[in-house]
């Protein structure tokens, strides 16, 4: 290992080991290597086990994710079913009550099928997440900020805690919504840090991918050999094409976050309920800002009424209605229809989840055109209204604070 660099420079930093030292990292799209002789085999054999490709890619995420091991899988819902078969037959884990609905969709399966004892809490309240957490406990899954409700959670109170409880309860978070360059889980006492690559780790919306990153060596093998066994390491292009992504990580983040500052503040002004950890009304600002090092460019909005929030999305021109974000487009969507719905409507309503929830994963374009997208999009769905004076009020008649 060399010299450490801070993120933004490691994304782009690399010491070439090509022999004809390509500036980027060859693509090696071969399933097999042959062997120099059989009694002296090379470093890869079979691209299931490894490939030169993906290892690059994944020396270049345990790099910023500052662990020591990183694997890099098909899809974050992949990242996810590694992890579980890390655990045996009836264990007992804890998950948070506002997970991503694919994370709740798998835990729910494996549940119901027997194979695990989910229990579901409440992850904001580090007392009442403490007073779950017994040596009968073997795994925590935690997100923060959870989205679209953006709940934050203390990561590493319940780490520490489970921690002091059994060194053996593997404590795992999924860090998709912030990314490397807003957060470091591990850094928190985590044991095991996944995300969804598929958002801003890629950034392109072009591939679906998962990165997972350990400290622990003996974890790791243990990643390592489910990885190998169920063969959903990541394909040489899909790595190619993240490697590709990933070097303008920090960049695109900035610019992505500076916009939704901008935007929750647009929207904060105009009298809607706003929930982002950048704002100082969100109830974990604090909180939120003593574990990351920015707010991430996703948030939500509540309108009250489901009628109002539906004409919105389908009158924005910029945003796409489509799910998921940490793309470099704008996108806006109402998780109770589309990402969510997955959760059935009777335990939405348990967890006080809003049926009129508008969720915006803000983009890199020019925060002005975003903005009067939006205005035009309120306008018309009937959520505000404008004078003579090209004044802006809101539906209660009250002047929004531009
Ligand atoms: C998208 C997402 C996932 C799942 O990742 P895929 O790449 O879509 O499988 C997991 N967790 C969070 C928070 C996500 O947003």
Sequence with gaps: MGKSYSLET?????????????????????????QPSLSNMGEYDYTRSGNPTRTYLQNQLAKIMKANHAFAVTSGMGCLDVITRLLKPGD?????????????????????????????????????IKSKITPDIKMIFLESPTNPLIKVCDVKSIADYAHSVSEDIIVVFDNTMMSPILMTPLDLGVDIQYESATKYLNGHHDIMAGAIAIRKPELAERVYFVINSTGCGLSPFDSWLLCRGLRTLAIRVERQQQNCNKIAEFLQNIGFKVRYPGLKSHPQHEL??????????????????????????????????????????????????????????????ERDFPEDLIRLCIGIENADDLIDDLTKALLKGGACKVNEKDELFNAVGVQAKL
């Design 288 to 349: 939120h800002s003593s574990m990351c090092r920015g707010a991430g460019a996703v948030l939500s909005f509540e309108t009250g009424c489901i009628r109002t929030s539906e004409r919105i999305v389908e009158n924005t021109d910029i945003f796409g209605i489509a799910v998921s974000f940490g793309c470099v487009n704008s996108l806006i969507s109402m998780p109770c229809k589309m990402s969510h719905a997955s959760i059935d409507a009777k335990t939405r309503e």
């Design 92 to 128: 007992e884990v804890i998950a948070g009550d506002d997970l991503y609905g694919g994370t709740h969709r798998l835990l729910t399966y494996l549940n119901n099928k027997g194979d695990l004892k989910v229990h579901h809490h409440d992850t904001t309240n580090t007392e009442l």
């Design 10 to 34: 490691e994304l782009v930093f690399s010491k070439s080991s090509d022999q004809y030292n390509a500036s980027v990292p060859p693509l090696y799209q071969s399933a097999t290597f042959k």
